[in-house]
């Protein structure tokens, strides 16, 4: 899992398994977000869960939020390729800055 | 629609040479603007961020320096660059007063310092 001070963590799966990582954070938060990162290029937004929701769902992602654990997962389903990527839970830090963790690295293979 | 613009895409710089680096936002008034940098398979860290034109915060004591000159203009500087500079380099925007602090991510300058 994420956190401030673990090691990223990898996760190599079959395509069409389905992939979870998980995110734990120390300070109360107002939001949790998760960002998608390809090999070199920019992060990009997945899916944002408020303090007071308990899971959300956007496609093939689903994210659970446990505020009294400060811990939320990310789970996909039915992993494609194209999900091969290294994924961010971010929490607001406060003037409108982002606490990324250190990230999931998830290989799908074909 | 919005985007965010960085170049160079990748730059290799010896030593003790100087870097700008710049990122643009179009499609959005007044962002709030990011600097951050990366090193190779790790997590995130925020070196500046901007609330608006000449207000810059710093995150963390370094060789860098950052500059708004303008509303949707952010640029990462250094008169001297050192080793430890190398990484990727990502500019981020947000809504200004936005409450969620969604960022929106720029494709990345991969620098490299020899």
């Known amino acids: 899992s994420q956190q401030g001070e673990e090691d990223p963590q990898a996760l190599s799966i079959q395509e069409g398994e389905n992939a979870t990582m998980n995110c734990s954070y120390k300070t109360s938060i107002n939001n949790l977000q998760w960002y998608r990162q390809n090999s070199g290029r920019g992060l990009v937004h997945l899916i944002l869960i408020r303090s007071n929701e308990r899971e959300k769902h956007s496609g093939r992602l689903r994210v659970t939020l446990d505020t009294s654990k400060k811990s939320s997962s990310l789970l996909i389903t039915a992993s494609r390729a194209a999900d091969t990527a290294s994924y961010f839970c971010?929490?607001?830090?406060?003037?409108?800055?982002?606490?990324f963790g250190k990230g999931n690295q998830v290989v799908v293979i074909p | 629609s919005q985007t965010i613009h960085q170049w160079p895409a990748t730059l290799v710089q010896p030593v003790g040479s100087p870097l700008s680096l710049e990122c643009t936002v179009e499609?959005?008034?007044?962002?709030?603007l990011y600097w951050y940098r990366q090193a190779a398979g790790r997590g995130l860290q925020l070196l500046f961020y901007s609330i608006g034109i000449g207000q810059i915060s710093s995150e963390v004591p370094q060789n860098l320096s950052a500059s708004r000159p303008q509303d949707r203009q952010f640029i990462l500087s250094s008169k001297k660059l050192l080793l430890s500079d190398s990484g990727f380099y990502l500019c981020a925007w947000s809504v200004g007063g936005g409450q969620y602090n969604e960022q929106f991510f720029g494709p990345g300058t991969r620098l490299t310092v020899l």
């Open positions: 499609g959005t008034s007044n962002p709030n």
């Open positions: 971010a929490t607001v830090k406060g003037n409108n800055r982002l606490a």
